[in-house]
DNA sequence: TATAAAATTTTACGCGCGTAAAATCTTGAA
DNA sequence: TTCAAGATTTTACGCGCGTAAAATTTTATA
């Protein structure tokens, strides 16, 4: 677009050449950036106007060298190579946006120092604010802490307790109870399938909802614990459901999966070792999991999964956000908001 | 580390009372900043004397809004929720960092308009250079050749002819020609699977690369074309081999799909209308394909795949846009560099 | 029409740092 | 020891914009 005009129109250098062209005062036109509906109708057209013809841009630098608070928005999730991060990271870019923010992205890519680094640039960013998804267990959490006193910061996904001005993430108990009494309902009670050492806490809180749902309806629960440390669930499954099946195979026929990457593990070594999932007739056993990960309608069998709400957990997210930072960085208690899943149906249980 | 200090030291606030508190000039605190070299040795002590003493930093803002070139380097990618572009990304962001610069990654979502959007907002980020896997047909390549012109650009993955200063991919005709050469060397000819109307211009590389490839062999090639928009690549394989098996089936029992992520829908499919895909006795048919997706290794069966040189493409990528930015922005020629696959045998062919 | 109150614009100043040019210090040879 | 060339540091200035306070205009009321 410059290029079109170029022989026409002069080139607009900074805020006071383009407050000259356009007939205003510079500090004038600096509200108008800051926020249009601050000046006048009059004055606006004018700028506006001008805006056509010249086509400036304030220096975002300059910007936000003097202004106390930007409008930055960090983005941190602890594994973008999960489809899931990105799909929530997406949603939430996109309201941030809505809401007048800048948000930028981040991973740790599952590493504790990376994590800290991250949080360490986001600080010299001097963000409005910071949407971070934890790595959880693997976390330092004294940094965290850290960075959270001095940058207003919503936690969401992993919760970490006490840590930021406030928690938004998926109801755990909503998701084991609902795929646990669906697999009761309509077969043998399932087994559960976890990491012996989870990454992230949500783990933690699906066990304990698996041992209250199957207390509750007066059965025995089963945990198998597989070993593997790291983000890399879907071979840990795998290695995990290998080790199972040569040490004389799953205790029921029925297997809830502590979330769905471990369950793409679980299914490819089911596969490979000839056992066939699913609620037919020649099927070895049911696998049912938890997330509603991208992939998991392509799994073979495809994968019966609770969903995340995604809409809401990125909205409230953002919406947390903006009242923080417009309440001044600080609410005065903290606050946890939790989701509900919903039941996905496929063919593996 | 700031609290821990907090009651012993003063607060920095800006590098002139840094350089007072460590008895140097404030422009030549600057220059090392810039540069810790550029300074005496003596000068260079005192001031890392005093930084472990005050854990000062500059502020990024007042440096990029005077420094003609930040260090900034943008990373823009297609599509984030494919793991393949995750896992360049997370390779060049690292070799970036090594380099001296600062990256950020962006996505398009798959969306044109937002990959303008995001090169309209890099623009005021002053990048010193921008490393960009374009959409491929859906860009706007007007608005892609106006931003290199401004820009020193590197385009990697996607080659856009004749646009950015250098291109770096992979070499699609040795992912196609080992590939069908393998399937052939073992088995009978491949049909192609691929999309009609592909979002990616190396489908199109790689139709014709099948088509020589198989003339070459005196075979007679047989292309398969699916519709489907868009980048959800496994629904539209997936799809498509429905259609394609409620029309008669697959014209050969061997078939090579033009990226995994077809392939994992094609797989999907093939694994729903109970057809067993692989080498073996029962098998309906053979499937390869080419990319080596993270994921491809869990599918059922795991996927045999020509895998992208992650690291070489990463490496030369930023090594290019080092050079172009040490060459002022500009080479004399454009130059395009592609690395070789390297076949994964697994179990689907 | 006059005038006080409210809204808007302008004046005036500073933010934190980069950088050319001037001043100073090192270094090494005479 | 001296002194010039080279290396380093300091001086001096400006970048592009935010923002409090002052000045002005607009709006509402009498």
Not at 133 to 160: H, K, Y
Not at 264 to 293: K, M, P, Q, T
Request: with cysteine; charged share 25%; aromatic share 10%.
């Amino acid at each position: 677009m410059t290029k079109v005009h170029a022989l026409k129109i002069p080139k607009i250098k900074n805020m006071q050449e383009f407050a000259d062209v356009s007939g205003i005062s510079r500090p004038t036109v600096s509200k108008y950036f800051n926020d249009p509906s601050s000046v006048r109708a009059s004055t606006r057209e004018k700028i506006e106007k001008a805006l056509e013809a010249y086509d400036y841009r304030p220096n975002i630098y300059a910007i936000n060298q003097n202004r106390a608070l930007t409008k930055n928005v960090g983005i941190v999730v602890p594994f973008l190579a999960d489809p899931f991060f990105v799909e929530i990271a997406r949603q939430i870019e996109q309201r941030c946006i809505d809401a007048g923010f800048r948000p930028t992205l981040f991973s740790s890519h599952g590493e504790p120092h990376l994590e800290v680094e991250i949080l360490d640039m986001l600080r010299s960013f001097k963000p409005a604010g910071v949407l971070l998804a934890p790595l959880g267990r693997a976390s330092n959490r004294e940094a965290i802490e850290r960075f959270c006193a001095d940058v207003p910061t919503v936690l969401f996904d992993s919760n970490l307790e006490g840590i930021g001005a406030a928690f938004v993430g998926s109801d755990n108990f909503s998701f084991i109870s609902q795929t646990v009494e669906y697999l009761c309902r309509t077969g043998e009670p399932p087994c559960f399938f976890e990491m012996a050492t989870p990454a992230n806490p949500n783990a933690n809180k699906r066990r304990t909802a698996y041992l209250d749902t199957m207390n509750r309806l007066g059965l025995e629960p089963l945990v198998l614990k597989i070993d593997g440390e790291g983000w890399a669930f879907e071979e840990i499954g795998r290695q995990g459901t290998f080790r199972i099946l040569d040490e004389g195979g799953f205790p029921t026929n029925t297997i809830l999966c502590s979330n769905d990457r471990l369950a793409i593990g679980l299914l490819s070594a089911c596969y490979e070792r000839g056992l066939r999932v699913g609620r037919g007739g020649g099927c070895a056993f049911r696998v049912a999991s938890n997330d509603d990960h991208p992939f998991s309608r392509f799994t073979c069998p495809s994968l019966t999964t609770a969903a995340h709400d995604y809409e809401a957990v990125s909205t409230r997210s953002v919406q947390i956000l903006s009242d923080l930072v417009r309440a001044g960085g600080h609410f005065p208690e903290r606050t946890e908001e939790l989701f509900p899943a919903r039941l996905v149906l496929r063919e593996s249980a």
